[in-house]
């Protein structure tokens, strides 16, 4: 009897040890389950963010920024392409009209106590008051375009910054004088000058400095292309460090952590590929009307990725002129001509504009080449029937068909050896 309760017993226990390795079977495979279904869950989860990381950097590739930069009675709108590599700037008269929004215009009116629909530039910084928004609405109202961030600088900070960008050199055809926002009188001669912080704010934004307030945003624009050109002269690590104190210091709806992903490519752009376009219009009664289909067209070239931007830097005085130099191959007088100085030689190109104007030719920007210093002079024009006539001026001269950076369609660019 005692041996069959043991034979019994150890019938259980085998049907124990059967049906304990069944469950241990089912668990380790409901475990195994759960186990590969998260591990390809994780390993989609992981594909799918590098692809949205891939689309990402794709389309940061193809962006087109656009930012509003205010400093003093000054607006500049800058583009940026970040897949062309180019930089735009485009400074606003302060004497041009802006359309107003309707909170535009109750700012306007509580501030010069009337009631209108467009005030100048310089009216409506006044009337809102460092709102960055606001201001930024009337310019894009204005202009027909969407602005992306704004940045507003104060005098101080503006002048600092300046200070911080580096050698900043800009090419005046002229002598000039005036008292600056410090009530120094300062003197620059013509030729090639050096710009501290303090003149290019005046020059920037002071509304008494010049009667020609096309002037003003044309030097403003030199101004733009020639500190953003100082800035790609320094190193990838002072640039970053740059862009931080300039975030830092400027009021703005935009962030260094979302500037921070294109600074290397910004920082790559090469000089050629920063320009500076100042908007077609009307004077009249001491105000600016803009040209608002011309600068529609501009816009259109300008914010496409696929836009023709030689077409939209030239100048209405150059397209003007088309049909009388078809007509009239032999002479370059009826166009528009860019002059810049290849060389050290301080003024050289301004006094290459006196000698030309004097003999009845137009010659539009002077500009400084840093591209590197030659020895003879280069033409460049958009067509071989042009520029001819000018070769004589020069003792070796270099002709060559091809395109100028600015849009202009005969460029000489001045060589040490043809020194006046």
Not at 48 to 70: C, N, W
Not at 117 to 134: C, E, P, Q, W, Y
Not at 135 to 145: D, N
Not at 307 to 313: F, I, K, Q, T, Y
Request: charged content about 30%; some cysteine.
């Amino acid at each position: 009897m005692a041996e069959k309760k043991k034979s019994k017993l150890g019938a259980k226990a085998i049907f124990a040890r059967i049906l304990a390795v069944i469950l241990v079977t089912a668990i380790g495979g409901v475990a195994s389950f759960f186990g590969f279904k998260t591990y390809f869950s994780n390993k989609l989860k992981k594909d799918k963010k590098a692809e949205i990381a891939k689309q990402l950097k794709e389309e940061s590739k193809e962006r087109v920024d656009v930012g509003m930069i205010q400093t003093g009675n000054s607006i500049v709108i800058r583009i940026y392409h970040n897949k062309n590599q180019e930089m735009i700037f485009v400074p606003l008269r302060q004497d041009m009209n802006l359309t107003l929004t309707k909170k535009g215009k109750q700012a306007v009116e509580q501030t010069l106590g009337t009631s209108v629909s467009k005030a100048t530039v310089a009216d409506v910084i006044k009337a809102t008051r460092k709102n960055g928004k606001l201001l930024r609405q009337q310019v894009e109202k204005t202009l027909g375009i969407s602005i992306n961030s704004y940045e507003l600088i104060s005098h101080k900070k503006f002048v600092k910054l300046m200070n911080q960008a580096g050698d900043v050199k800009i090419e005046f055809d002229e002598a000039m004088a005036y008292t600056d926002s410090t009530d120094k009188y300062v003197t620059l001669s013509a030729g090639e000058n050096s710009l501290n912080g303090t003149a290019i704010y005046s020059l920037l934004s002071e509304s008494d400095i010049f009667t020609d307030k096309n002037k003003q945003a044309e030097i403003t624009g030199e101004i733009c292309v020639a500190v953003a050109s100082a800035l790609n002269d320094k190193t990838l690590s002072e640039y970053r460090e740059y862009a931080q104190n300039y975030f830092d210091a400027v009021k703005t709806d935009a962030s260094y952590e979302e500037a921070a992903t294109s600074l290397e490519r910004m920082h790559g752009i090469k000089d050629k590929n920063l320009n500076f376009k100042v908007l077609d219009g009307t004077e009249s009664n001491g105000k600016f009307e803009l040209d608002t289909e011309e600068a529609k067209r501009v816009f259109d070239e300008m914010l496409s990725e696929e836009g023709d931007l030689s077409s939209a830097l030239s100048t209405t005085e150059a397209k003007s002129t088309t049909t009388k130099s078809d007509s009239s191959a032999s002479s370059s007088k009826n166009i528009t001509i860019e002059i810049q100085n290849s060389t050290r030689i301080s003024g050289l190109a301004g006094r290459w504009k006196d000698k030309l104007a004097s003999d009845g030719y137009s010659v539009g920007s002077v500009r400084t080449n840093r591209q590197g210093v030659l020895a003879h002079t280069k033409i460049i024009v958009e067509s071989k029937d042009l520029g001819q006539d000018l070769k004589s001026y020069f003792k070796n001269p270099e002709y060559e068909v091809g395109s100028v950076d600015s849009g202009a369609r005969i460029c000489i660019i001045v060589g040490s050896e043809d020194e006046i």
